[in-house]
């Protein structure tokens, strides 16, 4: 069973519908393996009802680029499923005619060359089907016309995604020395550039918070489509959490054991205790013979949800074995514990790794299978200074629901004075222990690390086996060094570990009870530790867990005996509607980005009074941090440091202060717009983030024009108009649905996403030409007025109303500041002029000697959208506002490229 096998199954069953499989892999390096593993997952996955599963051996059945079998032996095989399947028709007067009902899924080994000929023939035989519904069949120019570009896009389009997967073009198979170059070049970056593109994509789609907190816990909480949001909305999701999200307690067993070479393992069924006791029966006996720690109230038949089974030295640390470590063992430790713990329960293997002799095994209950995903491993060397791994960590992590953990085992460096050694090996691992996106173990919801620490008791020999004949634990305690390092913070800084009760694992003579007799007799100590971590939330504990059992089994086979805990953790499930509801909960409340409010009052230069503007000020203090101050003529625009500020301001307009109506707007009325707009994009990233519809992935030398077509019989394109900017409306002839993508050289680079002119039913009618509108020349600089003139008296007045412009050429607005939207970035802060502290320290405001919408556009950047000001007549004293608006833009020039056309286009006009 293939948890993401799965996963996947279920998603394009639920997404696109019925679906037939194509496999095109071969019978060379490998790929029968592959491809008999694959058809056994689709016949074993409950979601194969309904799937055609089709076995293609494309190499095999098309050598040399000969696609005849596509059509002679593919296509028979899945045509009916075409049929059923069908495809979207529409029109404007009938809507949906046609509804398409699912899709065909090719794969190979790399999905590039092979998948994507599979798929241009399917695409053409579909096309057939569209132009028919057109009622173009019949004219075969038209359709060979579609045919031939269809297969130059899906020609193009392979073209891209190769050079995105694999560095290189396509293969074609018609150069075997252009193929054999690309081949080796695909060589060169699958090996030494393709480990940085995952880092890359995740820096394009992160950005600033790639290796923050907020990216973790977004990966972690936040379902897929919110993962994107802006780092201001994260935190605030982030803040309301409990809102959305459910707990699960879940069961961990967690466990570790140094099998000394692993020379014993093939005893533990015999004369040996079984490693059932170790792996199943300890929290029982424990509660039964009152040994080891067990919480309480805990249950010990309650089934375990996952295990993680560490070992160390699980083969000789000799000299072969660092170098190139056998995995015989590890096969065969595997397989037994499979064996042992489906005894209580269906587990399956989420991953193991090994390092030499130390390594890790995790098996998860069949029932949390679909909701786990994000797996992977990393290992890091700490012998010989790094060198080799007879010392050293591994670690698997994995995220369950919406969860991150990660388990650790360790081996330390070994003797009784190295304490500053073993100190140094946790840090070392846990900072080179390294996961796809930069994640390390503390960057986890959970960390469980087991391991032989190493750790002694610096007690004397006597005193150690006097305190464990009396089951001292507490005075023997005293003399533990990791106990010691713990405190100090030189390692397990935040982790937990439950109560030693039981007796120090190391050092055993084998098959004996009896600690070291040997010429060396070594003190017994605590070697073999399980500790725990919750991350935390700032100050919030959010990760909450409990150790309900902690001990050791007495397998007597190594010199170690095994240690394992019980940890019970309470797992985060996001409740995904609830999680919508609380971001637009939050988006209703944020404010504008800006922070802005204008302020003004029903007389005139009322702001300017001292007491008028101390009072207004005061009460906006009271409402949140003030950034910005300034004026506009007789507004005051207040800029506070959140957008909740300001929409708690605008609550209070029509205030009255000492005898003057208070007007408070929102600079950005908008804004809620603008939020709506940042979100659709973050919750698709999969379609283009442009209006224009220009593709975004070309060829340096091509670009896409959408050109409209007139009745197919004409054939006057030999002086094809194009028009910038605009789509022209056809003035004659019958338009019919469709369209045609044409690639031009980079001789036509200069127009860009272009549609072209109507043309007329026959080869005698020329394209008529529409004259060019002359562009007026841009406006000069207007001079500053000597003063601001008086607002109106009306609150009515601040904003003007939509009047049709005049004829006449309306008067300039010398306080006009034109700028540039397309320069001015969304959510950019405002360039402090002046601060309320600046204000206050002068007393009575200065006169107005500045536009406070940008005195020069040069050093001042407003937010987006810029700051918007009633617009008032020139003439000083007027109260009425200017109801001019300034001319439409002129249409985009009309450009002739002629024979500046491709050859494609060319070959049609022709």
């Not at 296509?75 to 028709?89: A, D, G, I, T, V």
């Not at 390092?485 to 009760?501: H, I, Q, R």
């Not at 010199?559 to 805990?565: F, G, I, Q, T, Y």
């Not at 006009?816 to 320290?841: C, G, K, M, N, R």
């Amino acid at each position: 069973m293939s948890p993401a096998f799965e996963r996947h199954l279920n998603m394009i069953r639920r997404e696109y519908g019925d679906q037939v499989v194509i496999n095109l892999l071969g019978n060379k390096e490998g790929e029968t393996t592959l491809s008999e593993i694959f058809r056994t997952l689709m016949a074993s996955s409950p979601y194969h009802s309904g799937m055609l599963y089709i076995h293609f051996d494309y190499h095999a059945n098309c050598r040399g680029g000969r696609t005849d079998a596509l059509i002679t032996d593919l296509k028979p095989r899945f045509e009916h499923k075409l049929n059923e399947f069908r495809y979207f028709h529409s029109t404007e007067k009938d809507g949906p005619l046609l509804q398409q009902t699912g899709t065909v899924r090719t794969n190979c080994l790399d999905c590039l060359d092979r998948t994507n000929a599979v798929q241009t023939f399917i695409g053409l035989t579909i096309l057939e089907e569209q132009l028919k519904s057109f009622g173009l069949h019949e004219k075969p120019q038209i359709v060979s016309r579609f045919q031939q570009l269809f297969a130059q896009l899906w020609t193009q389009n392979g073209d891209h995604v190769s050079r995105i997967y694999a560095g290189t073009g396509a293969l074609d198979g018609k150069s075997k020395l252009k193929d054999g170059a690309r081949s080796v070049s695909r060589t060169l970056q699958n090996n030494l550039f393709d480990t940085s593109k995952q880092e890359a994509m995740d820096i394009l789609l992160s950005g600033s918070l790639l290796n923050s907190d907020y990216a973790d816990r977004a990966r972690t909480v936040l379902p897929f489509n919110l993962r994107q949001v802006p780092a201001f909305l994260l935190g605030s999701l982030f803040a309301r959490m409990e809102e959305y999200t459910n707990t699960l307690p879940l069961t961990f067993w967690v466990g570790t054991w140094n099998v000394n070479g692993g020379k014993g393992m093939r005893t533990t069924g015999g004369t040996d205790r079984p490693i059932d006791d170790w792996l199943l029966d300890c929290a029982a006996q424990a509660k039964e013979n009152k040994t080891n720690f067990l919480l309480g109230s805990w249950d010990p038949n309650k089934p375990v949800d996952v295990f993680a089974v560490g070992f160390e030295e699980i083969v000789d640390l000799n000299a072969s074995n660092i170098m190139a470590a056998s995995t015989t063992n590890q096969r065969q430790w595997c397989t037994d514990i499979t064996a042992t713990i489906n005894k209580r329960g269906h587990y399956v293997l989420v991953n193991s790794v090994q390092l030499v002799g130390v390594c890790l095994f995790v098996f998860i209950h069949v029932k949390h299978v679909p909701y786990l995903r994000d797996v992977a491993t990393a290992m890091v060397k700490t012998g010989l200074g790094g060198a080799t791994g007879n010392k050293g960590g591994v670690a698997i992590r994995f995220q369950l629901y919406n969860s991150s953990l990660c388990f650790c085992c360790s081996h330390f460096a070994a003797g009784q004075s190295n304490v500053n050694e073993r100190n140094a090996d946790f840090q070392e691992i846990s900072r080179k222990l390294v996961f796809p996106a930069d994640l390390t173990p503390h960057g986890h919801d959970f960390v469980f690390w087991c391991g032989d620490f190493n750790y002694r008791i610096d007690m004397a020999n006597d005193y150690v086996r006097d305190f464990i004949k009396n089951a001292n634990w507490p005075s023997l305690m005293e003399g533990d060094q990791l106990l010691f390092s713990k405190k100090d913070g030189k390692t397990f800084e935040d982790y937990v570990e439950a109560p030693v009760l039981f007796a120090p694992t190391y050092k055993y003579d084998l098959f004996t009870d009896q600690y070291d007799t040997s010429e060396k007799c070594r003190t017994p100590a605590w070697t073999d530790r399980v500790l725990v971590k919750g991350r935390k939330f700032g100050e919030l504990e959010w990760n909450e867990f409990s150790i309900v059992y902690y001990g050791r089994s007495e397998i007597q086979s190594s010199d170690h005996r095994p240690v394992n805990a019980l940890i019970e953790a309470d797992i985060h499930v996001t409740d995904e509607r609830r999680c919508e509801a609380v971001l637009e909960d939050i988006l209703a409340t944020l404010g504008p980005s800006d922070g802005t409010v204008i302020i003004s009052a029903d007389e005139p230069n009322a702001l300017y009074e001292p007491e008028v503007y101390s009072s207004v000020m005061g009460a906006m203090a009271l409402l949140g941090e003030i950034l910005l101050i300034r004026y506009s003529g007789a507004h005051l625009c207040v800029t506070f440091s959140t957008g909740q500020s300001a929409l708690k301001a605008a609550q209070f307009d029509g205030t009255e202060i000492m005898g003057r109506v208070i007007r408070i707007e929102l600079c950005l009325t908008d804004w809620r717009d603008v939020l709506d707009k940042v979100i659709s994009l973050c919750r698709n990233t999969a379609v283009a983030l442009s209006d224009t519809g220009a593709p975004l992935l070309l060829d340096e030398n091509l670009i896409s024009m959408h050109i409209p077509l007139s009745d197919p019989s004409a054939s006057g394109l030999n002086d094809l108009e194009i028009l910038e900017g605009e789509e022209v409306k056809p003035t004659a002839g019958k338009e019919f649905a469709g369209s045609l993508a044409n690639m031009a050289l980079s001789e036509a680079a200069d127009v860009y996403a272009a549609g072209a002119h109507e043309w007329g039913l026959n080869e005698a009618t020329s394209p008529d030409i529409i004259p060019i509108q002359k562009v007026p020349p841009p406006r000069p600089p207007p001079s500053r007025p000597p003063a601001r003139p008086a607002p109106p008296k009306a609150r009515e007045a601040v904003t003007p109303p939509v009047v049709t412009p005049p004829v006449v050429t309306p008067p300039v607005d010398p306080w006009a500041v034109e700028s540039d939207p397309s320069t001015v970035s969304e959510f950019q802060p405002v360039e402090t002029v002046s601060t309320l502290h600046d204000i206050l320290a002068r007393g009575a405001p200065a006169p107005v000697n500045w536009d406070p919408w940008g005195s020069e556009p040069s050093t001042f950047s407003p937010s987006i959208p810029p700051l918007t000001k009633p617009s008032f007549d020139t003439t000083v004293g007027s109260s009425e506002a200017s109801t001019e608006s300034p001319p439409p833009p002129p249409p985009p020039p009309r450009r002739r490229v002629g024979q500046q056309l491709p050859d494609v286009l060319r070959s049609i006009a022709k």
